[in-house]
Each structure stands twice: as structure tokens, then as C-alpha cells.
């Protein structure tokens, strides 16, 4: 695979809602060869908010495109730098502007103000 995407709980919730600009994104992942990275905190998110979506979260983790990561101590160091220089604390948003940053990938988010908070100049495409 030669690029990617993170995902943050709005675009999770897209999904969730079926709202046709995010499940196009999982219908042509594969074949544009995209990795879509879904933080373990969007689903915890999105799980709570929206317990009814639940089968098609767990559909979502057997995508061939999709790889969960999780919040690791190391990167929960560089995540909490990150915040307190943005002097914000979303630990979901930090998450995905930090492995957004480091893989070099845009996020995907149909709420990219949250993001922004954190990294305005952050490469975000709107589902």
C-alpha cells in the first residue's frame, strides 16, 4: 500500500450514518492501494455515542484496508506535546494529527474544525 488516511470519530460516524461520501472512501481504498488508520479512541468514541453501531464497526476492523492503532506510551508522550503546544487537550484530535503528521497522510474527518484546533495547517479531507 502506498499512502493512507486517518480517521477521526466524525468520519467513523459517517460511516455510521452511511452517509455516502464516507463509504466511498472504504469501497475504493483497496483499489487505490490505501491504508485508512482508525484510531482505537474513535471507535471507543463513536461506540458510545452510537452503541447501534456496533455490527458495522466490527464490520469496519475485517476491512483488507483498515489497521486500528493504538494509543502506545510512547506516542501518548508525543501526543500530550503536541496538545499542550496547541494548548488543547482532545486526545482523539492529537492522536490523529500526530499519526497524520508522522506518516505523512491526509485525515479524513467531516468535522475538520476539531482537527484544526489542534494543527490548522493540517492536510484534513472532508467527508
Do not use: C, N
Not at 79 to 97: E, W
Amino acid at each position: 500500500m502506498i499512502g493512507g488516511k486517518v480517521l477521526d470519530a466524525s468520519a467513523l460516524a459517517a460511516l455510521a450514518r452511511r452517509r455516502h461520501s464516507a463509504l466511498v472512501w472504504f469501497d475504493i481504498a483497496p483499489a487505490l492501494g490505501l491504508t485508512l488508520y482508525v484510531p482505537s479512541l474513535a471507535l471507543t468514541e463513536v461506540r458510545a455515542v452510537r452503541p447501534d453501531a456496533a455490527p458495522l464497526l466490527a464490520d469496519l476492523l475485517t476491512h483488507p484496508s483498515v489497521i486500528v492503532g493504538e494509543l502506545d506510551a510512547a506516542t501518548a508522550a508525543h501526543v500530550d506535546q503536541l496538545l499542550t503546544d496547541a494548548d488543547v487537550f482532545d486526545a482523539l484530535a492529537g492522536h490523529v494529527v500526530y499519526t497524520a503528521r508522522h506518516r505523512g497522510w491526509p485525515a479524513l474527518s467531516a468535522d475538520p474544525g476539531r482537527l484544526h484546533r489542534v494543527d490548522r495547517t493540517l492536510d484534513v479531507e472532508q467527508v
